[in-house]
């Protein structure tokens, strides 16, 4: 009876597909030299190797977002593979240097927090194509990344550590960010400045190792820095002197660059003589010309400039002494090419309107442009100001600023120069016809404005 029963009756049973493994990752890619141009880095060395596709090193700022694309063994299965992206900062990150993120199509960028959008889904070629933000107070520095890729229907997973340079810095272009620059500064010197080569890497790595938990305060960061570059404290990079005396070291004024500056540091482990206000600030700055260019000018201090290799121009801006209000003026620079060579030459006149204490106020008219110089030529460049271009942008005390630049493509020799002046409003001088003496008067004068403005 129950064999006559059961004869009746089919069970169905189903069986579970075998789980797919893991996604492994084949490559990921984080388009260094496009990311640059946004970000504002396409200048460091690092990302100027040629072929461009023989970078390697990504150089970003925080809180603003940057690209990526990630290639798997397989097509990527959104119902049930997921992919993490886990940031870390130091050999022991804490909460504000790990970022851990997942690759989700629906992620929503915060400036407080890190996000991981996919962009698109290549299942032809097994990639998806992904964008990352980062919060805008983000510690700085070399960051490490480790891809770990899991299934919802199973607990295995892959790990893949990114072998390349990554390293964030500090944005300021970035309005939401601490240390976001106003441009209120106008101060400019020539120098070849510290760029990501490696001397200059083991530098800035050896100043976060300093500030450690704060790398996320430019303020504390650019104290550490101020320590470091001072040999007064903590055995800095180098020592300051004045005195003319230079027999024992390197007089100020012959270094060309701080690359040679942090190699003989690194290389004997103790200062550098010698030197002064624009070397300090040069071995711990990074050049950045878009930055100032509406304003280049030379800072003042003990030297006119630092000593080219090949000083073969001569450049020369001529001062401007007053110009009477409403009237034009121009600005004019002498250009003697003293080689027998003909040379091609980048230059910019700038006129800004400045208050009292040399704060730019407003723009009055820039130029930019390319010249060539024959051998043993004389040429000039100027720039015509006329009143309908600076009576608009005047501020208190009428003051104006010249600034000039100029580099040489063949030599490199760099060379700038400022020139300040002011706009004279004409004297008031009021006569009366005859003396009172206790009496009421009245007198009437009329005035003819001269200015045609």
């Known amino acids: ?102 690759l989700k199509r629906d992620a929503v960028p915060d400036k407080h927090s890190w996000s991981a959008k996919i962009v698109e889904v290549g299942n032809e070629d097994n990639t998806i194509s992904f964008e990352i933000s980062t919060p805008v107070n983000l510690p700085v520095g070399s960051w490490a990344l480790r891809v770990v890729t899991r299934l919802k229907s199973s607990q295995a997973r892959e790990v893949y550590d990114f072998d390349q340079d990554f390293y964030i810095l500090f944005n300021p272009w970035n309005a939401e960010s601490p240390e976001f620059y106003t441009f209120q500064s106008h101060t400019f010197r020539l120098f070849k400045i510290m760029n990501f080569s490696d001397r200059s890497e083991r530098m800035f790595l050896s100043v976060l190792n300093a500030v450690r938990n704060m790398r996320g305060d430019p303020v504390k960061v650019s104290r550490v820095i101020s320590r470091i570059v001072n040999s007064n404290d903590d055995q800095g990079v180098l020592i300051g002197r004045w005195d003319g005396e230079y027999d024992d070291g390197t007089a100020p004024s012959e270094w060309t660059g701080s690359v040679d500056i942090l190699a003989q540091y690194l290389e004997f482990q103790q200062e550098v003589a010698y030197g002064q206000c624009w070397v300090f600030a040069g071995v711990v700055t990074t050049g950045k010309e878009d930055m100032v260019s509406a304003f280049l000018s030379q800072t003042t201090c003990n030297f006119w400039q630092v000593v080219a290799v090949f000083n073969d121009i001569t450049f020369k801006l001529r001062d401007i002494d007053t110009v009477p209000i409403g009237k034009e003026f121009r600005v004019i620079v002498d250009i003697d090419n003293n080689s027998e060579e003909g040379r091609n030459i980048k230059a910019a006149l700038t006129a800004t309107s400045v208050f009292y204490n040399g704060v730019r106020a407003e723009l009055v008219k820039k130029i930019e442009g390319k010249i060539f110089v024959g051998p043993t030529k004389h040429e000039e460049i100027s720039i015509l100001v006329k009143p309908d271009d600076y009576l608009p942008k005047l501020v208190e005390y009428c003051n104006i600023k010249i600034s000039a630049m100029a580099i040489v493509d063949e030599t490199k020799q760099s060379w700038a120069d400022d020139d300040d002046f002011q706009v004279l409003k004409p004297n008031i001088n009021i006569k009366v016809r005859k003396e009172f003496f206790n009496l009421h008067a009245t007198e009437l004068r009329t005035y003819r404005n001269r200015v045609h403005y």
């Open 1 to 102: 009876m129950k064999n006559k029963l059961h004869q009746g009756i089919f069970w169905v049973i189903r069986f579970r597909q075998p789980t797919m493994d893991p996604l492994l990752v084949d490559i990921i890619h984080f388009y260094p030299v496009e990311n640059a141009q946004p970000h504002n880095t396409k200048k460091f060395e690092a990302l100027n190797i040629e072929p461009a596709t023989d970078v390697t090193t990504t150089i970003v700022r925080r809180g603003q977002p940057f690209n990526g694309v990630v290639r798997f063994n397989r097509p990527y299965d959104e119902s049930d593979d997921t992919v993490q992206l886990l940031f870390t900062l130091g050999d022991k990150p804490a909460m504000d240097t790990q970022g851990s993120v997942f």
